[in-house]
């Protein structure tokens, strides 16, 4: 069967429909669930229940308008998973993600990420493409369904967050003749893009004390936050999004790693120019993403996951070296 027939199957004959992003939501992942949220809306002239376990930043609630997330899952037949590339991505209790539980559900995985782990009864993974978002328009799109200024303004800031500003080497002439197209659809890139690259000023103090840690050594680069930094800055973890991408435009800089420093471990973002797969690397530590771009959580301090990911990156050097 076509998936997109599947797909609506799948919205029309379920009732109870929650719509779920990733912990530690961004702005691909939020748009993504909204954008979903108008497709079932399109089909069941009902908006379903919106799913994050952790809250929505604040800086994207003029994505939100009116609509809100919930961090309770409630009873539901169809799970809407987006931008999420493992079901443990949804959800912090692990016994949520065990298949037992699951069976009796219908799950729709939508996602962008090389490392998806496929868990859904439906599998719409596009790996090449920049963002969910830009999934979920081409489903719109082949289904002939409207998109009016609204939803084009979703699809927009997931669409520029995921890449940067069209900026990163997962930018393709795909994903900039969306774009046109939805600014032809009434989006004003200017006004979208001030809200999206908005700093707080305890952000701005924040960045300035994690640039001060950069040590680069033979084209890697790393850099790191506390929660002493935090405290300090009266900052938010996530104050430090896409602070990874300074350290990656240090000229020179082939790989990056920016390690932050949270209550029963560490958060590693990875960046790659392309010398090196990163999503290969995340998944030894057992992460995941891109080739690009990766992330993983271990339960080591910062001093620890630095020594033991830095170790594994001169691995991979070397290999590549021995290769050539």
Known sequence: MNYLKKLVQIIKKNRRIVVATHID??????????????LVKHYKRRIPTF???????????????NW????????????????????????????????????????INIDHHKSN???GSLNIIREKVSSACEIIYTIFRDLNIKIRRPLAEIFYCGIYSETGGFVYPNTTHETLTMASELVSLGVEPG???????????????????????IVIEDSVGAMHLTQNMLKRCNAKMVDSEHFVSFLQAIRN?????????EKEGTRISLRSDGIIDVDELAARFGGGGHRLAAGVRVKMSIKEAK??????????FRRLRRNK
């Open 51 to 65: 799913f994050c376990h952790s809250q929505i930043p604040r800086k994207y609630g003029f994505v939100l308008s």
């Open 117 to 119: 782990t496929a868990f």
């Open 307 to 316: 020594i033991e990911l830095l170790r594994a990156v001169r691995q991979d």
């Open 68 to 107: 809100k997330f919930v961090r309770q899952l409630p009873e539901f037949d169809l799970l809407i998973a987006v931008d999420s590339a493992a079901i443990s991505r949804i959800f912090s209790d692990v016994d949520h993600s065990k298949a037992g539980i699951l069976d009796s559900k219908s799950i």
């Open 191 to 213: 006004p979208i893009s001030k809200k999206l690259n908005a700093k707080t000023l305890s952000g701005t103090l924040l960045l300035s004390e994690v640039l001060k840690t």
């Open 25 to 38: 939501p961004d702005a691909d992942g939020i748009s993504a669930a909204l954008s979903c949220g108008y």
């Open 253 to 261: 800089v082939r790989v990056s790693l920016f390690l932050r420093e």
